[in-house]
């Protein structure tokens, strides 16, 4: 894609050759830039004066759409490069439609990579890390404006446009899952039968071809899968995090609930939304912790078990209880008659339990 305001990569990567001749650096960001704000410009600003010249490489559309969903971006490739060039500090603005740009920074190799600083240098993505690297750029982490992002702007555009109350259908939930996804449905059968007011926003998946994306899509509720990195013990990785976190965000999501979401959770899930992600667990906690939980309880000889809604933490289903349901292990079970008798239970307890935490919330 090439106008007067996007300039064309192998044009960018032959500029680039001529500031090394002569001793200077290109600086090099990317991103949506969907809507300007004033985070942009001081972090744009920033990285300008890192060197002698600065390159955006800019989304195109279809891969924003890709990475915040449908809906976005809000404003053109085209203008939003118009606006971009607009600014002194940025010299050229190159367009990408893969979902990451990996391929221009192939291309330009620039001298110094800036990002802003919701991301670490282990949460870069993986594949445009080891692009990086290979071009030997250095990479450096732009403090951020607290407070000003394209999401904050579109909430408030959102509340102001409807009296402050918006177009929402109620508090907007996100639906973690690995699996079946019954939970899911449970919690989306409260919504349509009323007993629950909220909406489900967003689902989002560690697994593909999860049935709970499929049930998702099915009831057109928008349903993503996210590659959840290499990391061991369950451990979502740096890059996954962060890109649930944007989803998340971007869908103004009110409260995560974890469904049989086989991943564990940490920084920056767990802090951008700090008592706000529930987990349902298949035993009566503390006891049971972890995977198999029927499985312990039918082991142990227990003539009763059931199961726990509780707030996430960093621990494994440590966090404080907000409710719980008894049920009893009967003569002649066995793990799946019991886990089915739990999972009745658990379908009751979920949109309960989350109906009272909105409350709480005042949501
Ligand atoms: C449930 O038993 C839940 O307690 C556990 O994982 C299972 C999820 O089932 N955390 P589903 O995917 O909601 O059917």
């Not at 106008?3 to 650096?25: C, H, M, P, Q, Y």
């Not at 410009?41 to 559309?61: F, I, K, P």
């Not at 060039?85 to 291309?107: H, P, S």
């Amino acid at each position: 894609m090439e106008s007067s305001f996007i300039s064309d990569t192998e044009a960018v990567a032959a500029w680039r050759d001529e500031l090394d001749r002569a001793g200077k650096k290109l600086v090099f960001t990317n991103g949506c830039f969907d809507l300007l704000h004033v985070g942009h410009v001081r972090y744009l600003r920033e990285a300008r004066t890192l060197g002698d010249a600065l390159v955006v490489a800019l989304n195109g559309d279809a891969s924003v759409r890709e990475l915040k969903g449908e809906g976005r971006p809000v404003n053109t490739a085209e203008d939003r490069a118009e606006i971009l060039r607009a600014l002194e500090c940025v010299d050229r603005v190159v367009v990408f439609d893969e979902k990451r740009a990996t391929r221009v920074i192939e291309a330009i190799r620039p001298h110094l990579y800036a990002k802003g600083g919701d991301y670490t240098p282990e949460s870069l993505n993986a594949e445009e890390k080891a692009a990086l690297d290979a071009a030997g750029t250095e990479i450096r982490i732009l403090s951020l404006v607290p407070g000003k992002s394209t999401s904050a702007t579109l909430k408030k555009v959102q509340n102001d446009e409807n009296g402050g109350t918006a177009t929402r259908k109620g508090p907007r939930l996100a639906v973690l899952g690995s699996g079946r996804g019954s939970n899911f449905e449970a919690i989306a059968d409260a919504i349509d039968a009323g007993t629950l007011e909220a909406e489900i926003a967003l689902v989002i998946s560690d697994v593909a071809d999860a049935r709970i994306l499929q049930l998702a899509r099915e009831r057109e509720i928008p349903a993503i899968h996210i590659e959840p990195g290499s990391e061991k013990g369950g451990r979502l990785g740096d890059a996954a995090l962060k890109e649930i976190v944007d989803r998340l965000e971007a869908a103004s999501v009110d409260l995560v609930v974890l469904a049989g979401f086989m991943r564990i959770v940490r920084a920056p899930l767990l802090t951008a939304f700090s008592g706000r992600i529930l987990n349902i667990h298949p035993s009566l906690l503390p006891k049971y912790p972890g995977l198999g939980a029927w499985r312990q309880a039918l082991e142990s000889g227990d003539s009763e078990t059931g199961c726990t809604v509780h707030l996430v933490d960093a621990g494994v289903d440590t966090g404080k209880i907000l409710g719980q349901a008894r049920v009893p292990i009967l003569p002649g079970d066995d793990a799946e008659t019991l886990h089915a008798r739990i999972q009745e239970e658990e379908h009751r307890l979920y949109p309960q339990v989350i109906g009272e935490v909105l409350v709480n919330l005042s949501l």
